[in-house]
């Protein structure tokens, strides 16, 4: 009589159906089954690359609006163009200071001078002389007010701002990816093939199945390989029971 193995999932010694995946036996309709979660397994799998593709295809697209590294760029900017309007704007007052404290100079100046023409005018009080330092002192005033007119009494030093390397003061740079990526990679999900086929399955014999093959671990071979040993730790009752039938089918031999 050709030997039955036992099916992985209803225990039944009826496992004409073998998996090459998991290795395992199944009766007809729990081999349906089976297929069924690795097909469920699959479409999740394609679901996972559809979502990938979309990211893919979003990452492509370095001018996007969303793109977080453009939305840092853009604020960098506008920081950048309100700290440089600031600065240009307190020097437009220090240069209105500067050209206002000379006018006022020169203003007072002119008050007193004004006053001694006028009063050497009506009082006719004055000689040659008089006239030569009052000529010369109006060519002063002209002199004094015309870089006032001319914007040449100042100067902007530049020369601070003309050192800023423009092409180092932001620039973009590959950032040091590996050390995350292994912290990623140890709490990535694990794939449809990583999961346990068995988790926590309930053996008829009370035994505990292995996550691999389903059968049961809680025996194994000798030193000779001649019998079955019962692990110190076993819960199973009856794998060794010979009217079970082929207990040997029965047990895990994925170690």
Partial sequence: MAKSNQCSTCQKPAGVMHCIGCDGYFCTKDFRGHREILFTDMEELVEERNKLQEKISRASKPNSSSNPLIEEVNEWEKITIEKVRQTAEHVRQQANQLMNS????????????????????????????????????????????????????????????????????????????????????????????????????????????????????????????????????????YCIIPTFGSYADHICKCK
């Fill in 102 to 237: 000379k006018s006022m100079e020169i203003t007072n100046e002119f008050k007193g001078f004004f006053k001694e023409l006028s009063h050497l005018k009506e009082t006719e009080d004055y000689v040659e002389h008089d006239l030569t330092r009052l000529k010369k002192k109006i060519d002063q005033f002209n002199e004094d007010l015309a870089p006032l007119f001319q914007g040449t009494i100042t100067e902007i030093n530049k020369e601070e701002s003309e050192k800023i390397n423009w092409d180092r003061i932001i620039y973009v740079q590959e950032k040091a990816v590996e050390v995350e990526r292994q912290q990623t990679s140890k709490k990535r999900k694990k794939s449809p093939q990583e999961i346990e086929i068995f988790p926590h399955k309930q053996l008829l014999c009370h035994g505990r199945a292995c996550a691999q093959c389903g059968k049961c671990t809680d025996w194994y071979r000798d030193s000779n390989k001649a019998s079955w040993i019962r692990r110190d730790s076993a819960s199973c009752i």
